[in-house]
Each structure stands twice: as structure tokens, then as C-alpha cells.
């Protein structure tokens, strides 16, 4: 069984408005209770430590879905500090080399068999995983007039998705160090990059967005819908 640290610390300033996306509505729920419901329905999933702002007052206090433990604790300013208070905060039966997730709280879309995925192939590899897609667009540079000047090379490019799955020590290590170094980490595998270790990429569902402008509400309406064939 592996654990869940699910950072909500941020204001999800894109959306706009005075209430952080993650509690914005989702087919009559939160956001966030869609991406809890998403992860805790996994088998292999023991509970989910949610990190929350300090002067957050509207967390619904849930304690339990899916007959799992929600547990939350106080999260940084920054990605790296949230997601360390939430490894810190973890039960004392997580141990340092015990592998675990990372997951945006603005991602309501992932799926079980994702996870699965990403467990299996975790697990024979030495450092840890995350999940992914290989770039599929063209890409363009650009010049300060916003006029294309060129088409990049994708081969080898990848889109990063969550959750991300790591062994706790190394995890806190890697942000530790992050933040020593006045490095603000974009997500867990940076971090980790940092210290000269290659995570797996796993390839992973596209559908498995992250809500971060107004306009990807619809689709994460859209995308659940599909996910559990409930008519629009």
C-alpha cells in the first residue's frame, strides 16, 4: 500500500476569482474532491496527506473516502516546501525507502490503470517514475515579435504529467536540496534530476489534464463524463 501527497496549497491565480480552483465546482463537487476520489478508489492507494495553505478556509474537512484516511497538514510558498511538509507530515509507518505518489490536486482526470502503470514500472527501477507523453505537436521558437523563426526538434521532448512516485527520503533530499540552493523546482522529477538521477517516463493517458485556466473546467466536465460514461 503507498501514500498519497496531494500539494493544494496554491491560489490558482489563472483561473481568477477569490476561491482557489481546487475548490471550484466539477459536475456539483470540488475539484479537489474529484482527484481525491480518483486516487483513493486505487486498491494499491493507503490514504492521501493533502497539503493545505495556511489561511485556507475553505477545505470541506474530509477525513475519509473510500473508507481511507484524508489527512492534511500546512504546505510552504512554494511547490518544493508543500510537497516536503507533506512527506514530513506522513504517518510514522512511512518509512524513508518507501516509495510514494505525488499528485496535483488540479488533476481530477487520472485514471486506476494509470496508476497501475506506474506502479509496475516503478518498482523495477532503481530510482523512481512519473508519468508522461512524448510531444506529438510541432513545435515553433519564436522572436520577441511573436513571429516564428523556426521549428524546434521534439524528438525526445515529453509532456509531465502526476502523479509522480519516488522513496520518501529521496524525495525530501532532493527538495531539501532544491531549496538550499534557491532553485524553485517545477515539479518532483527537477528535483530529482538535480542530484543526477534519471526517472522513468511512463507514458501515460493525454486526458489526464491539469485544470489551470477557466476554459479546462469544460473539458475536465467533459473528460469525467467520458471516463464514467455519464451522459452530458
Not at 38 to 53: K, N, Q
Not at 196 to 205: D, I, K, Y
Amino acid at each position: 500500500m503507498i501514500w498519497v501527497v496531494l500539494p493544494a496549497a496554491g491560489q490558482g491565480s489563472r483561473v481568477g476569482g477569490s476561491l482557489p480552483k481546487q475548490y471550484l465546482p466539477v459536475l456539483g463537487q470540488p475539484l479537489i474532491w474529484h482527484t481525491l476520489h480518483a486516487v483513493l478508489a486505487h486498491p494499491d492507494v493507503a490514504g492521501v496527506m493533502v497539503v493545505l495553505a495556511a489561511d485556507d478556509t475553505h477545505w470541506p474537512g474530509l477525513v475519509c473516502m473510500h473508507d481511507k484516511p484524508v489527512l492534511t497538514c500546512i504546505g510552504g510558498a512554494q511547490r518544493a516546501a508543500s510537497v516536503r511538509a507533506g512527506l514530513l507530515a506522513l504517518p510514522a509507518a512511512v518509512g524513508d525507502a518507501d516509495p510514494v505518489l505525488v499528485h496535483d490536486a488540479a488533476r481530477p482526470c487520472i485514471t486506476g490503470n494509470d496508476i497501475t502503470r506506474l506502479l509496475a514500472a516503478a518498482a523495477g527501477h532503481p530510482v523512481g517514475a512519473l508519468l508522461g507523453a512524448p510531444l506529438r505537436d510541432t513545435l515553433k521558437h519564436a522572436n520577441a515579435a511573436r513571429e516564428d523563426i523556426g521549428t524546434a526538434e521534439r524528438d525526445g521532448l515529453w509532456r509531465v504529467f502526476t502523479p509522480q512516485l519516488f522513496a520518501r527520503g529521496l524525495l525530501i533530499h532532493a527538495l531539501d536540496s532544491a531549496l538550499q540552493a534557491g532553485i524553485e523546482v517545477s515539479d518532483e522529477a527537477m528535483a530529482i534530476e538535480r542530484l543526477g538521477l534519471r526517472p522513468l517516463l511512463v507514458e501515460g493517458r493525454e486526458d489526464n489534464i491539469k485544470v489551470t485556466t477557466q476554459a479546462d473546467f469544460a473539458l475536465a466536465e467533459f473528460v469525467l463524463r467520458h471516463q464514467r460514461g455519464v451522459a452530458a
